[in-house]
T-cell receptor, first 113, second 113 residues
Framework: DSGVTQTPKHLITATGQRVTLRCSPR?????VYWYQQSLDQGLQFLIQ???????AKGNILERFSAQQFPDLHSELNLSSLELGDSALYFC????????????FGQGTRLTVV | EDQVTQSPEALRLQEGESSSLNCSYT??????LFWYRQDPGKGPEFLFT???AGEEKEKERLKATLTKKESFLHITAPKPEDSATYLC??????????????FGKGTKLSVKP
């Protein structure tokens, strides 16, 4: 158990809908990262937050957004969902903001039908 | 363009048959190289971090090495429980403290008894 908790584990929704994925980082970790993993693309970095502020952006679509709350949990919002958004979404956390030794959660499997 | 390439894509070994996985990278501003293990449907599990050429780290049957252009993950006398996908990632900095992990697509290792 990495100590990073993601909910829900599975999510099935229809095209055009909006969903929210939640992540609780390890105790003491200030930084949260979101990744998307699909079969053909591998792990793709989406966005990073550090102590409530956006720190870095990767390949995140405009339909996607995230935030980190004062208690350091984070939410990833996906809207206007398309079939191609079906993937595993991972959250990771680390003590610092430099992405060293990040610990991953178990992921949320999103299926868009 | 920053790129991480892992080879082979898949590797099948007999129990006890030692081998090596390769991770080559072309990035600017490398700050570290990470190895992760990922089991099906689970989040990546951190294995090693290497920071400079010539550095080596070991953990049980695994040994990671780093040169200026590539890293190797050596597996000595593997067991079936070592079967997993092994991911390599490089940490690069864009400026200040903004970092990003770029992942390779992984090597899927199968160890047969």
């Amino acid at each position: 158990d990495s100590g990073v908790t993601q909910t829900p584990k599975h999510l099935i929704t229809a095209t055009g809908q909006r969903v929210t994925l939640r992540c609780s980082p390890r105790s003491g970790d200030l930084s949260v990262y979101w990744y998307q993993q699909s079969l053909d693309q591998g792990l793709q970095f989406l966005i990073q937050y550090y102590n409530g502020e956006e720190r870095a952006k990767g390949n995140i679509l405009e339909r996607f957004s995230a935030q980190q709350f004062p208690d350091l949990h984070s939410e990833l919002n996906l809207s206007s969902l398309e079939l191609g958004d079906s993937a595993l979404y991972f959250c990771a956390s680390s003590v610092e903001g430099t992405n060293t030794e990040a610990f991953f959660g178990q992921g949320t499997r999103l299926t868009v039908v | 363009e920053d790129q991480v390439t892992q080879s082979p894509e898949a590797l099948r070994l007999q129990e006890g048959e030692s081998s090596s996985l390769n991770c080559s990278y072309t990035v600017s501003g490398l700050r570290g190289l990470f190895w992760y293990r990922q089991d099906p449907g689970k989040g990546p599990e951190f294995l090693f971090t290497l920071y400079s050429a010539g550095e080596e780290k070991e953990k049980e049957r695994l040994k990671a090495t780093l040169t200026k252009k590539e890293s190797f993950l050596h597996i000595t006398a593997p067991k079936p429980e070592d079967s997993a996908t092994y991911l390599c990632a490089v940490l690069i900095f864009y400026g200040g403290s903004q970092g990003n992990l770029i992942f390779g697509k992984g090597t899927k290792l199968s160890v047969k008894p």
